[in-house]
């Protein structure tokens, strides 16, 4: 429902939360692989990322992934 919609969505696909400082230093994208057997993010992380495609839309209409 979601995708057909004609709101702009993004649906973040997130790897396990930690709690952390934020970094700003993370990769992002639709295809990533993980650079470790379980990937993670800081929360803090996540929200600095979900932030900045309120003022950028780099992944409006798509399904990103965020991680270390």
Not at 13 to 20: A, D, F, N, S
Not at 29 to 40: Q, T
Not at 51 to 68: A, C, D, I, S, W
């Amino acid at each position: 429902m979601i995708r057909q919609s004609h709101l702009d969505w993004i649906i973040m696909r997130p790897p396990m939360l930690t709690i952390g400082t934020r970094t700003g230093v993370y990769r992002s994208g639709e295809h990533l692989k993980a650079n470790s057997v379980i990937p993670k993010i800081s929360r803090a992380d996540l929200a600095d990322f979900m932030l900045n495609q309120l003022r950028e839309g780099t992944f409006v209409h798509k399904t990103p992934q965020v991680m270390y």
